[in-house]
């Protein structure tokens, strides 16, 4: 009879914890938006422990530069910090966090392609991708030790929390999001970097540079990503709308300038 009503219950959360992603997909949400917060801090407070910050006001005023244009579109206040860390990656985090690595500024040539990454990782963020993905490690193991675990990152346990929120690769983890969740994150993101005014074709231009980066193999960040013909071809197929959410942006004054 126990069992029966601990099953019936995990179903009934089960139930409740479906949710929609911004392109209409479901989702298996469990994971209440403070708590998955509090554990973007926990990360981001653990990153900056172990990962020297980039002090160059140049360098720092740039990136901020085309965060704010970028997260000015989603409300709220975000915090970026730029790491000295040669891997061509960022990641934004719950609770509003976004970590961008000096080596991707080696990749991303210009401010739109800059965009066209925090755009992406943005997107991760509001399209509940981590909630998801610590949602699905929960629904399957009942795992509890998540939620504490961001305060522990070298622990098995932080370090696949890591993985889960998108950045265990800097703990020895890596747990890639899925395609569809990358895929989702592409286009939004697309949108989103349009939306501030930023061009999204040099999107494509970026994703060539990376393809091309880390002596003949794909970063780590392209790594775990859709193959580079697929993610040209659909950003291709999407470009008439992002081209036009541009043009709507200009015609409101949105053009950034960041250098």
């Known amino acids: 009879m126990l069992k029966y009503l601990i099953t019936s219950l995990f179903a009934l959360l089960l139930l409740a914890g479906c949710a929609t992603s911004p392109t209409g997909r479901t989702q298996l949400i469990l994971m209440p938006d403070s708590q998955m ?7 981001f407070t653990n990153i900056k422990k172990e ?6 006001t140049t360098t720092n005023s740039y990136v901020q530069c085309v965060a704010r244009a970028i997260t000015r579109e989603v409300g709220g206040s975000w915090e970026v910090v730029v790491f000295k860390d040669d891997d061509a990656n960022a990641f934004a985090l719950p609770g509003r966090k976004i970590g961008v ?5 080696k990749v991303a040539e ?3 392609q800059l965009a066209t990454v925090i755009g992406h990782e943005v997107m991760h963020v509001l399209s509940n991708h981590s909630n998801e993905r610590v949602s699905q490690k929960f629904a399957v193991e009942q795992g509890l030790g998540l939620i504490n ?3 522990s990152p070298q622990t098995g346990t932080g370090k696949t929390l890591m993985g889960l929120l998108g950045v265990g690769a800097q703990f020895g983890v890596l747990l890639p999001y899925s395609r569809i969740q990358e895929s989702e ?6 949108d989103l970097m349009a939306r ?4 999204p074709r040099e999107s494509i231009k970026l994703w060539i540079n990376m393809s091309r980066s880390g002596d003949g193999q794909p970063p780590q960040f392209l790594s775990t990503h859709p193959s580079h013909a697929s993610r040209i071809s659909d950003l291709q197929k999407h470009m008439p709308v992002a081209l036009r959410l541009q043009d709507k942006a200009r015609q409101l004054g949105k053009r950034p300038s960041c250098r």
């Open 37 to 43: 917060d509090q554990m973007g801090l926990q990360a």
């Open 185 to 190: 994150a592409d286009l939004l993101g697309l």
């Open 101 to 105: 690595n000096t080596g991707l500024l």
């Open 51 to 56: 990962t020297p910050v980039e002090r160059s």
């Open 196 to 199: 501030a005014g930023f061009d």
């Open 149 to 151: 675990a961001a305060a």
């Open 110 to 112: 210009n401010q739109h």
